[in-house]
C-alpha cells in the first residue's frame, strides 16, 4: 500500500533543519521538544499521555514517531511532570519556557513550502500540458522524492526534470536542501537511535550487482563518487569495536559473470552491443573473448584488494535449519508469482534467514542488510515488513526492512557515526540536483533497454529493415544513461523517445559522414549477428539431425542387445525347465522303485507266510494248492498300481 504523506512534512523537516543550524541544540530530542512545547501552547494542553501526544504530532507536524522517542524528548522539558498513578503528563504553564522563534520559523517555511508546491504544480502544467495533471498525487510523489530515499512514483521525472531545470535557482534549491536535510536528521527520531559515535554491534551489508559496477566506476562519475562516499563512512565506523563486513550473495556473483558472458559475446559478435554504461565500460578496449575475461578477473580482484568486499561464505540458505525462516513462498497480491518478484523474495528471505527471523527497530542493530538500488526488492522489502508485521501496528511503521538503498544506509550510517549534530558535511546524495540527474538516468537506461528491445523484436517479425534498426539502434546510442551527461541544457531532448526523434535522428545520418559510417558499420553488424545467428540455427538442425540418427542407431542396437538377451533368458529358462524335469524323474523312479520294492516283499511276506502255515497245520495237497491260487491272486492287485504309478511319475513327465 502507497504511504500518504501530511503536507505539514515538509514544513516541519524544514524547521527542524533550522533549529539544528541554530547550533543550541545537542540532541534530535532536544529540537522534537520545541515541536512538542509548541503543541501544548498552542492548543492550550494542561495534560496528555504519550498516546495522545503522538497523534498531535502527526496530526500538526505529520511526524511518526515510537512512543519511546516521544517519552524522552518530553523528560527534558521543563514544566512537564509525570503522574504515577496514570502515566500522563501534567503542564505548569508557568514553568514551561516559549520559544517565540519557533512559530514565526514554523509559518515562514510552511509558506515557504507552499511556494515550491505551487511552483512545481505550474511547471507540470506547462510543460507537460498534454498530460492529465492530479495534483494531489504530484504533491504526494513530490513529499516522497524529497523525503523517502526508498520512493519510486510515477512522477519522479516530471519532479526530477522539475528539480534540474531550476538548479540555478538559488530560492528553489534552499528550500529543497533544507527539507532533505531536516528529513536526514529526523532519522535519528524515526528509528529511535539512542546512542551515536559508533556501531552497538557488527553489520554485514550484502551489496547488489549495481553497487559493485558503481565502485569500480562502470556506471560514470557520480555513481562512482556516492559508492566511494558509503565506502568511507563504512572505513570509519570500522575503526571503532564493532565491525562493518562488506559481501555479496552468489546469486550476485552469477549475475554479474553472466553480464561479462554477454559482454564477450558482443566483442566476438555474437551479440549486438547495447547501451548499458556498464557494458560499455567493460566491452570498450577489448578485441577479443580474452580481454574480457581479463576485466572479470580484475573486477573481482580490486572488490576483494581495494574494498575487502567477498562472496558470502555460506554454501547454501536452503539447509533444514532455514526452513522455519524462509519467505520465499509467500505469494499474495504483493508478491504475484514472476521472475522479479521471485529474485525479489530470494535476497529477502536470505536476510531474513541470517536475522533467524527476529524484527529490529533499528538498522545499525538488525545484523544483516542488503543494500541495492532495485526498486522492486526494496518494495518486496516493505511489504514484507508490513505483512509480518500486521499483527502489530507500532511494529509495521517502525520495524526497518529487510533492504536499502545506498543514499538510504549511508544517512543511517552518517547519523549513527554522530556526523550530524555539531557537523556541517551533509552526505552529497542529498543534493537535490544530484539526485535528480540520477532519477532521469535511470529513466532513460529504461526506456532505452526497452526500445532495444523492441527493435529487435520488430526486426525479427519482419516489421523494420536493418537499415531503420541501425539508425534507431544510433540514435539510443546518443541517450545520455549516465547522470553527468545530463543537464538542463539537454533533458528535455534525452526524455525525448518519440517517432519524430528517431525521424528527425535518421534524417541527420543522411546528412553526416560521420553518422553514415556509424550506420554503416552497425548494419554490417546486424548484419553479421543474423548470419552467424543463421550458422547457428543450422549448426544446431544438423547438430539435432546428427543426434537424432545417433539416438536411432544407439536404439537399433539396444532394441538388438534385447532381442537377444531375450533368446538368452528363453534358452536359459529351456534348459532351466529341462534340468527340473530331469531332476524330477530321477526323483519319481526312486519313488516308483521304493513302492515296487515295497509291493514285492509284502507279497514274498505272504507267501512264505503261507507256505509256513501250510506246513506246520500238514493240510492236505488241495487245500494248500486252492491257497496258493488265492495268494497268486494277488499278483494282479500288486501290477495294476505298479502300471499306474510308472504312468503318473514317469510317463507323464518324460
Known amino acids: 500500500m502507497k504511504e500518504i504523506y501530511s503536507p505539514a512534512i515538509l514544513a516541519s523537516y524544514a524547521t527542524f533543519k533550522e533549529l539544528y543550524n541554530e547550533g543550541k541544540y545537542k540532541s534530535p530530542y532536544q529540537i522534537l521538544a520545541e515541536f512538542i512545547k509548541y503543541i501544548i501552547l498552542t492548543e492550550n494542553t494542561y495534560s ?119 538548479s540555478d535557482d538559488v530560492r528553489i534549491q534552499e528550500s529543497i536542501e533544507s527539507i532533505r536535510q531536516g528529513a536526514v ?42 559508492a566511494k562516499d558509503f565506502i568511507d563512512l563504512v572505513r570509519d565506523a570500522n ?46 578496449g577489448c578485441r577479443e573473448e580474452t580481454d574480457v575475461i581479463e576485466k572479470c578477473a580484475d573486477f573481482f580482484l580490486k572488490l576483494r584488494t581495494q574494498y575487502s568486499i567477498i562472496e558470502d561464505t555460506i554454501e547454501s540458505y536452503y539447509l533444514p535449519s532455514y526452513d522455519s525462516y524462509n519467505l520465499e513462498g509467500i505469494r499474495n497480491d504483493a508478491f504475484p508469482q514472476d521472475e522479479e518478484t521471485s529474485e525479489a523474495l530470494t535476497y529477502v528471505s536470505h536476510i531474513n534467514k541470517l536475522r533467524k527471523g527476529v524484527r529490529y527497530k533499528e538498522y545499525t542493530e538488525s545484523g544483516y542488510i542488503f543494500v541495492t538500488e532495485t526498486s522492486k526488492v526494496l518494495d518486496v522489502s516493505k511489504n514484507m515488513i508490513a505483512l509480518l508485521s500486521a499483527e502489530d501496528e507500532k511494529d509495521a511503521i517502525h520495524a526497518c526492512g529487510f533492504a536499502q538503498n545506498m543514499s538510504g544506509i549511508s544517512n543511517i550510517l552518517w547519523y549513527k557515526l554522530n556526523k550530524g549534530f555539531g557537523r556541517k558535511d551533509f552526505p552529497q546524495s542529498l543534493d537535490a540536483v544530484l539526485k535528480a540527474k540520477v532519477v532521469l538516468a535511470k529513466h532513460i537506461s529504461q526506456k532505452v533497454s526497452k526500445a532495444y528491445q523492441e527493435l529487435k523484436k520488430q526486426y525479427e517479425e519482419g516489421s523494420i529493415s536493418k537499415e ?56 554490417k553488424k546486424i548484419t553479421e549477428k543474423a548470419e552467424f545467428d543463421n550458422k547457428q540455427a543450422e549448426k544446431k538442425i544438423e547438430t539435432l539431425e546428427a543426434a537424432a540418427k545417433e539416438n536411432k542407431k544407439i536404439q537399433q542396437q539396444l532394441e538388438q542387445q534385447l532381442s537377444a538377451q531375450k533368446e538368452m533368458i528363453q534358452e536359459l529358462q529351456k534348459k532351466e525347465k529341462e534340468r527340473e524335469r530331469r531332476k524330477t524323474i530321477r526323483k519319481n523312479w526312486r519313488k516308483l522303485i521304493l513302492k ?51 504312468k503318473k511319475l514317469i510317463k507323464e513327465v518324460e
Not at 506246520?616 to 486252492?626: D, L, N, P, Q, Y
Open 185 to 226: 536528521l529526523y532519522i535519528g527520531l524515526n528509528y529511535n537511535i539512542s546512542e551515536t559515535g559508533s556501531l552497538g554491534k557488527d553489520l554485514t551489508l550484502y551489496l547488489d550487482t549495481e553497487i559493485l559496477f558503481d565502485l569500480v566506476g562502470y556506471n560514470g562519475d557520480i555513481y562512482q563518487s556516492i
Open 468 to 523: 531503420i534498426m541501425a539508425a534507431r539502434m544510433l540514435a539510443l546510442r546518443e541517450k545520455s544513461e549516465k547522470p553527468e551527461d545530463i543537464s538542463i541544457d539537454n533533458v528535455e531532448n534525452e526524455l525525448d523517445f518519440s517517432p519524430e526523434y528517431y525521424k528527425a535522428y535518421e534524417t541527420a545520418i543522411e546528412q553526416n559522414k560521420a553518422l553514415l559510417q556509424d550506420k554503416d558499420d552497425l548494419i
Open 48 to 166: 496528555f499521555s504519550l498516546v495522545k501526544m503522538k497523534q498531535d504530532l502527526k496530526r500538526v507536524f505529520g511526524f511518526e514517531l515510537p512512543t519511546a522517542v516521544i517519552k524522552t524528548a518530553v523528560k527534558g522539558i521543563d514544566g512537564i511532570t509525570r503522574e504515577t498513578a496514570t502515566s500522563g503528563y501534567v503542564v505548569n504553564n508557568k514553568q514551561l519556557i516559549e520559544n517565540t522563534e519557533f512559530a514565526s520559523l514554523r509559518k515562514e517555511t510552511e509558506e515557504e513550502n507552499l511556494e515550491l508546491s505551487k511552483l512545481l504544480l505550474d511547471y507540470a502544467h506547462e510543460h507537460h500540458s498534454d498530460q492529465y495533471i492530479q495534483e494531489d498525487a504530484l504533491v504526494q510523489d513530490f513529499i516522497a522524492y524529497l523525503i523517502d530515499e526508498d520512493s519510486n512514483t510515477k512522477n519522479h521525472d516530471l519532479i526530477s526534470e522539475f528539480v534540474l531545470k531550476n
Open 239 to 284: 575503526e571503532g569495536e564493532h565491525k562493518i563486513k562488506l559481501r555479496y550473495f552468489t546469486e550476485v556473483k552469477n549475475e554479474i559473470e553472466n553480464f561479462f558472458d554477454m559482454a564477450k559475446d558482443i566483442v566476438i559478435g555474437r551479440q549486438i552491443p547495447n547501451n548499458k554504461p556498464a557494458m560499455k565500460s567493460i566491452v570498450n
Open 596 to 646: 515296487v520294492m515295497m509291493r514285492i516283499i509284502l507279497i514274498v511276506l505272504i507267501s512264505g507266510g503261507t507256505y509256513w502255515i501250510c506246513g506246520k497245520m500238514s493240510w492236505e495237497f488241495g487245500t494248500v494248492i486252492s491257497i496258493v491260487i488265492g495268494v497268486a491272486g494277488l499278483f494282479p492287485l500288486v501290477i495294476t498300481p505298479i502300471k499306474n504309478d510308472y
